[in-house]
């Protein structure tokens, strides 16, 4: 396959995705999804970092930004079809999904809220949303590979401008 259209059609997955993690972040509020309520193991269910405001912000910017791209971009669009609608809602519903389900995971496992799980942390939201995506496109491995590769990168840059611009300490 041309690798162009390969590298737009794995954008195309990674926009809703990132801007549903993005902006659960940017838009997470006080009440929690878990109504601070505990498991049977005495833990928090979830904890405090998963929000509604942070899981209704995170699918709705994920799929106002698929749709976007979806009307702004109509030739790269084609590699979808009209499906690239429902397909941004369902990867920006994943997404927040995934995230949700790795903080109930790290609970279980004794991680507190905010303490970091290699690897899960990062590639929590990219699968979920891969997943629930499948409902109507599932994507090729070449695809899962480059964003699974690409996150951690995305990651490395994003850590280095809240460097320069002083929001946080260290540049990783
Ligand atoms: N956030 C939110 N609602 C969500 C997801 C994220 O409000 N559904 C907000 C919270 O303010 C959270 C921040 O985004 O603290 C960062 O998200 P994340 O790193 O996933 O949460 P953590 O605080 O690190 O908690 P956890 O250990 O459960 O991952
Ligand atoms: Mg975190």
Known sequence: MDLLFLAAKTLMLAVPLYIANGCALLF???TPLDFNAKFVDKKPLLGK????KGAIGGVLCGTIASAAIFFALPVVSEAFGTSYLILGFLLSLGAVLGDIAASFL????GIERGKS?????QLDFIAGGLLIGAIV??????EIALLAVLTPFFHLVGNFIAFKTKKKKVPW
């Open 49 to 52: 970092g998963k929000t509604f």
């Open 28 to 30: 997470g509020g006080k």
């Open 106 to 109: 790290k609970r279980r496992l």
């Open 117 to 121: 799980a290699f690897l899960l942390d």
């Open 137 to 142: 496109y599932a994507p090729g491995i070449v």
